[in-house]
């Protein structure tokens, strides 16, 4: 830390000199030049200590501690998320599990009451003084994916591998979380020279599969928000690229269902039982078949599909993992609506029980092209991007952090949601959610900086 | 007549020398002799003149005028039809239509009041005397077939080709009921040497899809009723062939399946449309996926499918002809109800409406040893049958006189069915239901035979 | 012809007295009053006498007349159609019967011929000078409707009602022709005062079904061609209104297919039969199942289906009338490639034989941007029009105009498309396709001089 | 051994004061009693080490090292099962865990050579003298189940429970192999006694699932025999009761069926996948529909299925485990055909690749009613049994014994398979294949008796 408190002083002085008030290019830089190291260390320690949606214990005690040890003001647990509003929180053995995991792994028992039972989300709230909020999102789960041991992989070549078996941040979240921690120590040093605004840094837990930002929405974080922001680190985009605002998220929602009839032997009493697997297919048939609409792209996808115990037994039960998606709203509503009209008669059809479980759901989301403009604006005074594209409409992924935006953009606010190039150094990178996935470190750096830059902008 | 009356004096001398009571088959066959002409030309007449089920008006006056005038007492119409039970009757237009043709060909209008509206049956009965009833059936409906003009044809060669465009005898009911006037004729003759027993002529409309039967049982007309017979002319079994019993009737359930939908265009607006052709097509599927049935042979078959007007429109209407068998009634009441749940909830997967029609039904039947053995020990005694089968079970086909059957066997009456080989003279005989139909006329004489010598002997 | 005339010579004076070579709005006005009554009337002698696609022997004879009266230089039949490009092709019975209705309203027998067997295009040139060549386009055929007879219908109301059963102009392709006739007498008009460039007048068979413009594009009428337009008028949009350029054409391809399996008794021997309704179902439903295209929308449509003849006949055929369409022309292909593949396999999983005939095509089109700018241009400068729209994407409909834009396109040529709003006065119009479909007069007149003056300003 | 010797010796006694050549009841009940102890022992002994198909290595080595100590002359291995006839062999693993299962249990290496890789057949002929062959079949494997722990089940309180976990003898093969052996002890003892026919005792593999018995008569075992019998014990039918005879035997095919296809994000690139979850329902609903067969019972089931990955990924893969069956071979060959084609051609419509891997096979099979009449006059002279059904005809089940009565049939010998209800003492017994099936002991011995008797008859 002392190379760091050496610069700060140095930027200190340069202050006095400038003029009140202003806070430039130069002097942020300085800050970030000093951070450097910390948001590396920890984008890797929480890469080594991946945690799944819903059990970000040790990500959650960390992001807290560090909040509180800056000075932000912090809400955590239930004060932050809305318990009916979770989606596809995971059975009580994997909670615990996780829990004991961070337990054994030394963290304060008292630090991670709070978060017991998937509460683990935290806000950290600086005041600069009276003027508008700004909300910083950044999203912490992992995902249960095997990493890659290949040496050509970072992680493995560095040693910061996932510890945990089968769990992997394998969608940069290690690298957002860290950007959070990151925008959090840079706002702190500024606070000396910022005089309006608050700026609120909300950390998420289940981005994936789209379960845990209904549930901060409705703890009523965003009430007061102004402008809200979020970026995702893009492992497969060269470094130095950045889309400054996406206006392709589909709307979604993901289903379990589950088919239950009742067995019988089917060779000597077929028609005594109640075939679950027969009446799921003819869902998954008519599903996919459900029509096109008018207004835009819509999705279906039965993506697993598992059932029957033997060969020749009438099949009892049969689970389905489904999703839909609409480029807005309202076609995710009209596939959602039909799927469900569809599994229901598809088991009545063939006398199977039918049961769905809401496991995820996201809304449409555009960002606003007056706040793009300004994150544009920072990008292109910025030297490291050299591909700066301003908004971007291409549809096919989901994202729940569509539900921050439209709470912010339903009293006025505005939002926007920014990608930036992180593929690894001489790699063209590898898809999300892969098992070798990795991001461009200096990615961080950028990131935290188009943010600090863009909430200057937007406070002064 | 003249040679009738002839012969029939002959036989009453004969018939003097003999002892009383005592009809021997010498005796019978001299009849048979006289009525030959008649039979022949009765059939020839049903067949120039078919008329399709419900709507049989000259048919059905014609047997009503012969019976009474051999001295039957008859009942007809309503008081042998009773309506609720009718399937499948024809729209208005028909009925009104082959109303009309019936007075245009002369009949007399008072004759056919009793009959109109489609209820086209006749009942004759004889009583010689205390005893046991029998009752023989007659079906007396013509197919809407377009019959075939080669000269291959014997009513093409002999000139009694049907004079109904598209309606034709291709199932021998023309025969059948000219073997029931001939029965009748024969029995009025009989009358003087009977003394026990009542004789009751069924002569039943609309047998072709199941629709008629049900509709005379339900008119109680077998309460009384002892003994039930009939038998089928076998266009493609050899003459010499008779089967004195069949128990292959399935029991069967013929519906038709309205889907009601709403039409939209299919470039600019597919999800304002409900789909009708998508929901029928899933019930299709679905509709034959039924698993089977441990108890014996089942069926299902949609028949035709018609729906939709425009390549480009989202299809409005689509109408189904479907039909389930069972070779048991249970079998056929578990296809019946799972083709109904299947229907309803493929139209409601895709919000289309659904409206199912019963056309026709009829229960399974088997026939009674017993009363099979009689007809046996008659075919034997004959000089006519070479191949004598006792009880064929061979499933397949239905037959709505398993209502009498049934009817009749639920208060410890006998039922059988017998089945005469009937192709034509040098030929195989082609199917039944097909436009070159025909049947050996010599068959008529040999199923009056069987018909008379088993009444004769049940009441002896 | 009197009032014409004169008019004619009040505009050549006034002419004299302009500039040379200066064609103004006002010299267009008046040639354009002077024909008002002639494409009325016109438009209602085509409504009257409609003809569907492939059979427009009168509309053609009419406009071959008409335009080797005006001086141009008249290609047509064969020379204008390519006789395998051709789609959808109605059967010769209809063709004949069409050709015949021609000889009976008196036509002449000589200009019929070059147009015999159904190939009803004609194409008319004027030559003003060197320089660009400009296409328009004029489609003539009908639609099989019957038209409404209702007061509230102008074509009732005024006696020019269709005058053959079940045929309709229900697309205002009526109007198209008159529209492409004054267009063809004001350039007459303005020959002398022209100087460079020349005009193609292309009347086209066979839009419905988009069968027709291919086999025009293949006869290489458009090698030449610098600029091409179309209009099309809308019957439900307000008379007022124009959208310059329309993008919105969707790729589509429309096919029949025969499903071919084998009938058999469905009691006794269902497993004999190939069941030719089961197979194209199953079609159907996994037709509609395609997967969505990342690219954009796309769209499959299963519009008739007409299968079977007897309820308890395993069905021997079924035909289905489908089309599918794409946003571009590459998810066309996707969608048409994967139904092929389907339709193939569903039969072949039944044992049933399948056939499908080519019945339309087009590909997608987008109108370049500098062309529709003109016609901007010349709209706003009219005070016809009070709702100006530049380009249209909304998707949905297809259009075999395409073909023509891709030709023009391939080799560096201009293309645009637009549409006129027509609804009848005092009304807001009803659906295209519809028995009740009218177009206000008014928009005929308008839509010439749009042509008009966008063919002046880009010769000019 | 003692009592047994003891036993043995006063038998032998007995006999010398019999007729020479003739053995009584009386006589091999006394060998019985003598073996009970013996006969109930091993049968717990391997129902202690249950070994699952082509993995019952202790079961032949136990098998084959008796047999030849009581002087039977014993092929084994590779001699007696035709390795390309084997169906469903499990995975090289599993092959090698059962081996070193019974190496570690102390079985003798040099023993269990012949049998490595699974060729677990033993057969074992005695030879009396000239006259006919008669083979006797016992099958030797267990099941993929977790057996019972509650005391209400009588290997718990015993203390034979399953050693294995997972695997477990519930369908009495355990039983059928001890009856084996106890039949070989007695033909061993009556040996003096015999003086014509050769009896050959066939040990099966995996019998489970349908797929050893084929290796066998590939193995040209039975091509000298001339009677062929087998028996089974049935859980679920009260001891006292045997019927003589089986008919009920559906030929049936067990197939794995792989659909592959390609994986592609569902969201944005859906039509890049090639949807191995949507090949496969589509399979699924298709196959329940293949029509009916008119000649007899037929049955198709998808048992289980298993495909995907991750609810947002178009599933490269799914896995279906089938099976058809049918009354007669031919029947069997038509789902199974028919089947085939749906699998195929389904994965084709979707771009999708099939692999159908045999995973067992059987075909139907009667037992002749003259060997049955034996069995019968065999049960009736017995004092246990007091319920004896001749030829019992339900169809439901299969087994691949057909085979093997197939092969003994088709050179003109006699086949019969009886079954020996076996429910355990007090209760009315629970379904094959469950986790608490059990049997009555005394059922073993009876069916020695059975067998020995029918073949002192066919032998004397």
Same sequence: chains 1, 2, 3, 4.
């Avoid at 028992?109 to 989300?121: V, Y």
């Avoid at 005041?127 to 995902?143: K, S």
């Amino acid at each position: 830390m002392k190379k760091e408190e050496m610069t700060l002083s140095k930027q200190e002085n340069q202050m006095k000199e400038a003029k009140a008030g202003r806070i430039d290019r130069t002097f942020v830089n300085r800050i970030l030049d000093g951070l450097t190291e910390q948001i590396t260390a920890d984008r890797r320690q929480f890469h080594k200590n991946p945690e799944v949606g819903w059990t970000e214990f040790q990500t959650a005690v960390t992001v807290s501690q560090r909040l509180k040890k800056l000075g932000f003001n912090v809400s955590e647990g239930r004060a932050v998320i809305h318990d009916a509003s979770r989606m596809g929180v995971p059975p009580e053995s994997t909670l615990t599990e996780a829990y004991q995991r961070a337990i054994d792994n030394g963290f304060d028992k008292k630090a991670l009451e709070p978060f017991k039972g998937g509460f683990t989300g935290v806000v950290g709230t600086i005041v600069f003084g009276e003027g508008p909020v700004i909300a910083l999102r950044f999203d912490m789960d992992a995902l249960k994916i095997e990493e890659s041991r290949s040496e050509a992989h970072l992680p493995a070549r560095e040693g910061f591998l996932s510890s945990v078996a089968g769990i992997m941040h394998a969608c940069g979240h290690d690298g957002h979380t860290a950007i959070g921690l990151g925008v959090a120590a840079v706002l702190s040093k500024l606070k000396p020279f910022m005089n309006a605004g608050t700026v609120k840094l909300v950390f998420q837990p289940s981005e994936e599969g789209v379960r845990g930002a209904k549930s901060m929405v409705k703890a009523d974080i965003f009430e007061d928000v102004d402008d809200v922001l979020a970026c995702h680190l893009i492992g497969n985009e060269a470094f130095g690229k950045i889309i400054c605002g996406s206006n392709g998220f589909m709307a979604t929602t993901k289903m379990d269902v589950r088919f239950s009839g009742r067995p019988s032997h089917a060779g000597s009493s077929p028609n005594a039982g109640r075939h679950a697997i027969l009446a799921a297919a003819s869902a998954v048939v008519n599903m996919h078949a459900i029509p096109r609409h008018e207004a835009g792209a819509s999705r279906i996808n039965v993506g697993t599909f598992n059932g029957g115990t033997d060969r020749n037994v009438i099949p009892e039960e049969a689970l389905l993992k489904i999703e839909t998606r609409g480029e807005q709203t309202e076609i995710n509503d009209y596939m959602r609506q039909y799927a469900l009209r569809i599994i229901k008669n598809a088991g009545e059809m063939h006398g199977v029980e039918t049961d769905v479980t809401l496991m995820g759901e996201a809304i449409g989301g555009k960002s606003d092209e007056s706040l793009v403009a300004v994150i544009k604006e920072v990008a292109e005074a910025m030297t490291i991007f050299d591909d700066i594209v301003g908004i971007d409409s291409h549809a096919g992924g989901s994202e729940d952090f569509s539900y921050m935006m439209s709470a912010v953009q339903a009293h006025g606010g505005k939002a926007a949601y920014f990608m930036v190039g992180a593929a690894p150094v001489g790699t063209s990178g590898v898809g999300h959610h892969t098992h070798e996935f990795d991001v461009d470190e200096r990615a961080l750096i950028a990131s935290v900086q188009v943010m600090i830059e863009t909430v200057v902008k937007r406070l002064s």
